[in-house]
């Protein structure tokens, strides 16, 4: 009886998550479904890439926590439209709040979206919302064997960002090892090393959003 | 029709959490379900917990993972008993995993139980499982704001422990405002500030372990 509902509630949120991606399709916009734990630096990441993009590529952000509207204000202070979701205690975003967040937005004045969802390792991962790519950002103080841990985000992500590597002389990650791994689960995943603190690695990012761009 | 099966969920959940603690409290047990993102320290607490402790203190380790027996490895490793659930692709360990690791374990020959539970700031918050001290670590590089963000777990947990104090010098974590933010969520709760690399703070934690044991 559970499994029933569980597939029906899955089988539901994917239909949506088609329609989303449809409609993102249609508008020519790339949107990026972002993900991490709490802390990694999902919203230092793209308010770094709203700085370095924002004089060519229109940019929208959709902000997902449990409550507040901080990640939300801070994306609005760099003058990009920002729509706030607050899933109300659910750990992740589904198909269906991500669609109502689209119909609030311009989409035909966006190139590139933002999806920051609430951090977590876990059911983020589970649910598609219609995003072209998914990304995951790894923040070296949480260490190199998380791959093993949450493996479905690991092995389903388009690209991992490897944030806070400033932290890497005074850490015990072993980089080489972390990337032979996740390239063990995930064949095709982009890897990227990134210090937003001291603009590390900024630049390879930017150019990956700009072909992603491209190809949309 | 959802809310109704949701709601038989946590009912059910929380009556077997009941038969756990009665469990627990019969064999005089002190059951600590210790929660935390990804990678802000949990396992290394338990480790150095164990060193500490061992000689004086029966202690055993329940590890729950969506995958991998790494962390009950290095528990076993120590020479203390660990039993290692893998919740499957579940975010957080409920009441009837709990019970079911309990039933393995020799609870009269344990003091002290750990439930190290996945690394998750959301959903293992909304399940009760019959531990009688729910604990939670941040660690200092996930920032200050995660009060705001995941505020059910800051809100219900017994003990903070700040983990990574050592990362505090090239952070800019405010540690006197995230103190009173915690406080003023929720004003019973107990700080510690630890790092387990140095050492700093770990007596307090021990001390307030061992109080709590004398008073199980």
Redesign the interface.
């Given at each position: 009886m559970?499994v029933t509902?569980l597939q029906d509630?899955m089988s539901a949120n994917d239909k949506i998550a088609d329609k989303n991606k449809d409609l993102l399709d249609k508008n020519n916009v790339l949107a990026i479904n972002v993900m991490s734990?709490?802390?990694?630096g999902k919203t230092s990441l793209i308010l770094e890439t709203i700085k370095r993009l924002k004089e060519k590529v229109r940019i929208s952000v959709i902000e997902a926590?449990?409550?507040?509207t901080?990640d939300a204000d801070k994306i609005i202070k760099e003058g990009v439209a920002a729509i706030q979701i607050n899933t109300g205690?659910q750990?992740h975003t589904d198909a269906n709040m991500f669609s109502a967040a689209l119909e609030k937005l311009p989409l035909a004045d966006i190139d590139l979206l933002f999806l920051e969802n609430?951090?977590?390792?876990?059911?983020p991962a589970?649910f598609r919302i219609g995003t072209q790519k998914n990304i995951m950002l790894l923040?070296i103080?949480?260490?190199d064997?998380?791959p093993?841990?949450?493996?479905?985000m690991f092995s389903t992500v388009d690209a991992v960002v490897i944030s806070?590597m400033?932290?890497l002389p005074?850490s015990d990650f072993n980089l080489g090892q972390f990337e032979r791994v996740i390239k063990g689960m995930n064949q095709s995943v982009r890897i990227f090393c990134i210090s937003v603190k001291n603009g590390d690695g900024v630049a390879d990012w930017i150019k990956w959003l700009e072909t992603q761009l491209k190809e949309c």
């Amino acid at each position: 009886m559970k499994v029933t509902v569980l597939q029906d509630i899955m089988s539901a949120n994917d239909k949506i998550a088609d329609k989303n991606k449809d409609l993102l399709d249609k508008n020519n916009v790339l949107a990026i479904n972002v993900m991490s734990s709490p802390g990694a630096g999902k919203t230092s990441l793209i308010l770094e890439t709203i700085k370095r993009l924002k004089e060519k590529v229109r940019i929208s952000v959709i902000e997902a926590d449990i409550a507040s509207t901080m990640d939300a204000d801070k994306i609005i202070k760099e003058g990009v439209a920002a729509i706030q979701i607050n899933t109300g205690g659910q750990c992740h975003t589904d198909a269906n709040m991500f669609s109502a967040a689209l119909e609030k937005l311009p989409l035909a004045d966006i190139d590139l979206l933002f999806l920051e969802n609430v951090g977590n390792l876990v059911c983020p991962a589970e649910f598609r919302i219609g995003t072209q790519k998914n990304i995951m950002l790894l923040s070296i103080p949480e260490g190199d064997d998380k791959p093993f841990k949450y493996p479905l985000m690991f092995s389903t992500v388009d690209a991992v960002v490897i944030s806070k590597m400033d932290y890497l002389p005074v850490s015990d990650f072993n980089l080489g090892q972390f990337e032979r791994v996740i390239k063990g689960m995930n064949q095709s995943v982009r890897i990227f090393c990134i210090s937003v603190k001291n603009g590390d690695g900024v630049a390879d990012w930017i150019k990956w959003l700009e072909t992603q761009l491209k190809e949309c």
